[in-house]
Structure formats: structure tokens, C-alpha cells
């Protein structure tokens, strides 16, 4: 099945620098890489996703990068803010035995510090 | 549009006991999957219902069960409550299925003592 690796599992960054999240797969045939934002008490909302036939994708302060040769992808969070503080957490879509199934990582715990 | 509701949101059980809970999705919302998320293991994947049928399952044992009803709205049932079951039971609904951007509910917060 589906394995999900991400790191590092807490990154502390001062206002206005970048964020960088990895996560590691073990499915070759998964197309599908969501990420997730959970702030503290709230329920996750997706911020950001691609499939597996493009490399790159941005949606303003956001970015993931796709490489399915190494079977990694990254969340890029540019000039950060306080808000930007939360768990993240990525997502692959695999196979389980004859089924589908969305296998998260463990989640990055991100401090944005004033 | 109304979002995703869950309930209860807070329940407390005792070991060996069931439990179900329930979960109203966004309307026109088909797709329903169901999550556990714990301090030490992340968010796991339960199950997916779509149009009243489980399309896709977790590595769960079979004391984790649901269903859909043709209103969408989706029932998960735990019997025989082990303390490891104790968790935030998150729904999630969607158009099209776990490829398609899920919709998470508040959770329910199981506690099993």
C-alpha cells in the first residue's frame, strides 16, 4: 500500500522567508497529491494540489513541485505571514489491495515567528 | 451552502461498547470518505462511500464499518471500543471522490475509557 513520508515534522521560519515541505511516496502509480492546512482547533482545508501529469503548480504565495522519477513533492510557502502558522499535511492517492485510498503524511507543524 | 456536519461532536464510551456516528455532507455532494486523526498517527483513511456503496477502505479491521444513505448522509459504526480507538473522527465530502478536493466536518471527539 501506500506509504507517505514528510518532513520535517516542525519548521520554524521568521516572517517573510519561504517554507519548504518534502514528502516522499511509495506508490509509482499515484496520480493524485493534495496538501492540507489544519490550523490549531479548526478542521483541515485543502490549500493547494496536482496531479500527476504536471510538474509545477502556484497559486499565489503557494507552490508544490511534483517529481515522480524520484516520487517526491514539496509544498513552497513564500513570504510568509503569522497566518500561515498551522499543520500542513500532504496527501498521495494509492492503491490499497483492490481499493483507492488517500495516505497522508504525519503533518508539518509550522510556527511563523513575528 | 451549508458545510459538512458531524455528530455527535464530543462522545464518551467505555471499552467493548459500539458506537456510531453521523455525518451530513455538502448537499450534491455524492462522495463521503471517513478519517481518524490522532496526535501519534497522523490522519488515516477509513473508508469512501459513494451513491450509497463503500468504493474504497483503509486498513482498518472490520469492528470499523459504515454506511450512505441515498441522501448521501453517512453513518460510521465502531464496535467493541478498544482505548486505541479513542480519536477525531473527521467525515470529508466531496463531488467526484478522494481525487477531488475533500470538505472536512468539525469531527467527532471519541474518547474510550
Known amino acids: 500500500g501506500e506509504n507517505v513520508e514528510q518532513h520535517p515534522s516542525t519548521l520554524s521560519v521568521q516572517e517573510g522567508d519561504s517554507a519548504v515541505i518534502k514528502c516522499t511516496y511509495s506508490?509509482?502509480?499515484?496520480?493524485?497529491f493534495p496538501w492540507y492546512k489544519q490550523e490549531l482547533g479548526k478542521r483541515p482545508q485543502l490549500i493547494i494540489d496536482?496531479?500527476?501529469?504536471?510538474g509545477e503548480k502556484k497559486d499565489q504565495r503557494i507552490a508544490v513541485t511534483l517529481n515522480k522519477t524520484a516520487k517526491h513533492f514539496s509544498l513552497h510557502i513564500t513570504e510568509t505571514q503569522p497566518e500561515d502558522s498551522a499543520v500542513y499535511f500532504c496527501?498521495?492517492?494509492?492503491?490499497?489491495?483492490?481499493?483507492?485510498?488517500?495516505?497522508f503524511g504525519a503533518g508539518t507543524t509550522v510556527t511563523v515567528r513575528a | 451552502k451549508a458545510g459538512v456536519t458531524q455528530t455527535p461532536r464530543y462522545l464518551i464510551k467505555t471499552r467493548g461498547q459500539q458506537v456510531t456516528l453521523s455525518c451530513s455532507p455538502i448537499?450534491?455532494?455524492?462522495?463521503v470518505s471517513w478519517y481518524q486523526q490522532t496526535p501519534g498517527q497522523g490522519l488515516q483513511f477509513l473508508f469512501e462511500?459513494?451513491?450509497?456503496?463503500?468504493?474504497n477502505k483503509g486498513n482498518f479491521p472490520g469492528r470499523f464499518s459504515g454506511r450512505q444513505f441515498s441522501n448521501s448522509r453517512s453513518e460510521m459504526n465502531v464496535s467493541t471500543l478498544e482505548l486505541g480507538d479513542s480519536a477525531l473522527y473527521l467525515c470529508?465530502?466531496?463531488?467526484?471522490?478522494?481525487?477531488?478536493?475533500?470538505?472536512f466536518g468539525p469531527g467527532t471527539r471519541l474518547t474510550v475509557t
Open positions: 470529508a465530502s466531496s463531488l467526484q471522490g478522494i481525487v477531488d478536493e475533500q470538505y
Open positions: 506508490d509509482s502509480a499515484s496520480n493524485y
Open positions: 496536482i496531479r500527476s501529469n504536471v
Open positions: 496527501a498521495a492517492k494509492g492503491r490499497f489491495r483492490n481499493d483507492y485510498k488517500l495516505s
Open positions: 448537499s450534491g455532494h455524492r462522495s
Open positions: 462511500y459513494f451513491s450509497e456503496t463503500q468504493r
